[in-house]
């Protein structure tokens, strides 16, 4: 059967001025690789993206793209996917960008459990304005523009994730291009707020969590004295965290617990994968239209507000009040 849409459907002509082995190459061919893979019409999709390297990707996707401002890609996102509900809607932010300056939006984000997506490009600093240390980077490290060891310590996403209420976490790996294309399909056709947090190399700055260190640079097996990769895949290890309605509290706990762990474990193991997925709720979307009957049939995106002259024809301030929370 001859597929609608071609991987080329969604690449744009617009130079890319990343640098050479950025791993935010791995990430738009991910997303790329997953919009073809679930053939997503480009004209429904959206990407939205604050400021720093991640906030160039809208550029290079043929979709509908919104660079919009340091740390407001998800209130620009959430608006679009309220007002469009129909359309598919995906956010790129910094670690810098999304856990930094972003960090209210993120928390409040997880909250509404919002049926869209936010990928997070995680390298630890913040690439575009000369290696600063970033909201993720950990205590201690010194990558090669700081003149002294970073004094603050790390905010782990996976865990500020799971306490904001996302209701589906996973982990990738920039340069594993295959494993992030599915974790960015299974956080595009999960109902509710997900959230893809990308390791991501900046080989210009981040000296440290290099491609090589990934790959096992300095990780020795003692007994046979070969270097063991760094990351590892969680499916692989029989690792599950799906939480359902039907589940005891009991069995809740222990899912919730085997999740944190995992969720610490860096270093020399480091896992990617899903870390967690909860069935049990709502999406916003839902939950408004308990409130407002048509409100999916008849969202604020699709109402007229002027006629061919321009002039308003709607009062939408019941609408804008009946959003209100
Ligand atoms: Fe990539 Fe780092 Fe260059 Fe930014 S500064 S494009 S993150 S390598
Ligand atoms: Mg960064």
Redesign the pocket.
Same mark, same amino acid.
């Given at each position: 059967m001859e597929l609608k849409f071609k991987l080329t459907d969604y690449r744009t002509s617009v130079h890319n &001025?990343? @640098?050479p082995? @950025? +791993?935010?190459f791995g990430i738009l061919s991910s997303i790329q690789q997953a919009l073809y893979e679930l053939q997503m019409d480009p004209s429904n999709v959206l990407i939205f993206s604050g400021i +720093? @390297?991640?906030g160039k990707t809208p550029h290079y996707i043929n979709t509908y793209g919104f660079h919009t401002l340091h740390g407001r890609a998800l209130p620009y996102a959430i608006g679009a996917k309220l007002a469009r509900p129909d359309l598919e809607v995906i956010a790129v932010v910094g670690d810098g960008d999304g856990l930094g300056i972003g960090a209210g939006h993120f928390v409040n984000a997880g909250r509404r459990n919002v049926d869209f997506t936010v990928v997070i490009?995680d &390298?630890e600093?913040y +690439?575009?304005t000369k +290696?600063q240390a970033a909201p993720t980077l950990k205590l201690g490290v010194q990558t090669k523009s700081l003149p002294k060891p970073n004094i603050s310590q790390a905010v782990n996403p996976i865990l500020l994730a799971y306490a904001s209420g996302y209701t589906f976490i996973a982990r990738g790996y920039a340069y594993d291009t295959n494993h992030l294309k599915e974790l960015i399909k299974q956080a595009i056709q999960h109902r509710g707020s997900a959230v893809v947090d990308v390791l991501?190399? @900046?080989?210009?700055? &981040?000296d440290i969590h290099t491609k090589d260190w990934y790959a096992g640079k300095g990780n020795v097996d003692p007994k046979t004295g070969k270097e063991i990769p760094r990351i590892y895949k969680l499916e692989n290890e029989g690792y599950n965290c799906v939480i359902t309605n039907d589940m005891s509290e009991e069995e809740i706990s222990k899912k919730i617990a085997q999740m944190i762990i995992k969720a610490y474990e860096w270093g020399d193991r480091i896992p990617v994968g899903v870390f967690y997925r909860d069935l049990r709720f709502d999406t916003f979307e839902e939950r408004l239209e308990k409130r407002i009957p048509n409100y999916k049939a008849y969202p604020p995106g699709k109402q007229a507000i002027s006629n061919r002259e321009g002039y308003p024809i709607a009062d939408i301030s019941k609408i804008v009040q009946s959003l209100s929370v």
């Open positions: &001025n990343w @640098c082995g @950025c +791993g935010d +720093g @390297c991640s490009y &390298n600093v +690439g575009l +290696g991501q190399p @900046c080989p210009t700055y &981040n």
